[in-house]
């Protein structure tokens, strides 16, 4: 007996202009688990059960309510799912695809037979919207999206995937502080100053790593599910630079109609942005239930990855 996708549902704050661009911004005191509760309730609902019936959670988002505990303790409590167990998943952009072969996983071993999988972002807190930030601030938004993952008939759900990271590549797309290796205290008053807590992204390395690292772990997923791209309804490729999901998607010869590129609608949803893109073809019926999907991203650490799963 292998997993499904139950249910899938995705939440956007209301969108503003900042910096020229218009984006979902959280502009309330809210973290990412606040968000995941209203994308949980779509989820769930199509889904056809209750917070009550979730047995685990794993939340992927690399912009946690507070540096501990995890995001997914702060879903549980709002959601009101008992003692059930959270987990987190650090793994930025990819965070949802590595959180999907976790929850596959759990549920193929029959440690449970319905997880909930979180993806949610406050980004719009931690961005640098002066002149000098604002190219980078405009490549996000916030959002978050939940699928449930439960048993299913053989041929549903995950079908293959393919997960890297490589740590030699971490200084060309990080957060520097707060760092609890920064001794004796995690930021100083000068690390603050100089901005050395907002995000750092070196374009050109993230553009060229991806260029290669998508196309190749797309590859590799398809061949662990045992098919050929032709066979896939609909790829969703997530990159912090739109561009590099078009020239992918071109590049492996899936037609526009074929491709959702999130962060050329949104701005980057880092984890959350694969299944906000999931949910929202879903519901504007750009595929269906029996659809063959392939969802990829690639980010920062790096880590990358793709999936096939049947919906």
């Known amino acids: 007996m292998g997993s499904a996708l139950l249910g899938v549902g995705h939440f956007l704050p209301a969108e503003i202009e900042v910096v020229g661009v218009r984006r979902p911004i959280a502009v309330e005191a809210v973290g990412p688990s606040t968000l995941a509760v209203r994308a949980a309730g779509g989820a769930l609902a199509q889904a056809g059960i209750g917070a009550e019936a979730v047995q685990f959670i794993v ?24 003692t059930v167990g959270a987990l987190d998943v650090r793994a930025q952009c990819a965070g949802f695809l590595f959180g999907l072969v976790v929850a596959d996983r759990f549920v193929r071993a029959g440690a449970y037979d ?39 008939a053989a041929g549903a759900g995950l079908r293959g995937a393919a997960l890297h990271t490589d740590g030699r590549h971490h200084r060309e797309f990080w957060c520097e502080y707060p760092a609890s290796r920064q001794h004796p205290v995690r930021m100083t008053v000068e690390d603050f100053r100089r901005g050395r807590h907002y995000l750092q992204l070196d374009v050109d390395a993230v553009r060229r790593f991806a260029d290669e690292a998508l196309p190749a772990v797309i590859d590799e997923a398809l061949r662990d599910a045992g098919i050929g791209a032709q066979a896939v309804d609909r790829f969703i490729i997530a990159h912090v630079l739109p561009d590099v999901a078009d020239r992918v998607g071109a590049r ?35 595929v269906g239930r029996g659809a063959t999907v392939c969802l990829a991203a690639c980010g920062a650490g790096f880590a990358w990855g793709a999936a096939v799963l049947t919906l």
């Open 59 to 82: 939340f992927a988002t690399m912009t946690p309510d507070v540096t501990f505990p995890g995001a997914g303790c702060f879903l549980q409590q709002q959601l009101g799912c008992g």
């Open 252 to 286: 492996l010869g899936v037609s526009a109609d074929r491709l959702s590129n999130p962060s050329a609608c949104h701005g980057h949803l880092t984890a959350a942005a694969l299944p906000v893109a999931l949910s929202e073809d879903l519901a504007r019926g750009a």
């Open 114 to 152: 319905r997880v909930l999988l979180a993806a949610g972002e406050v980004h719009s807190a931690g961005l640098d919207y002066s002149e000098a930030g604002a190219p980078v601030a405009a490549l996000y938004g916030d959002g978050a999206g939940v699928a449930i993952i439960g048993r299913g």
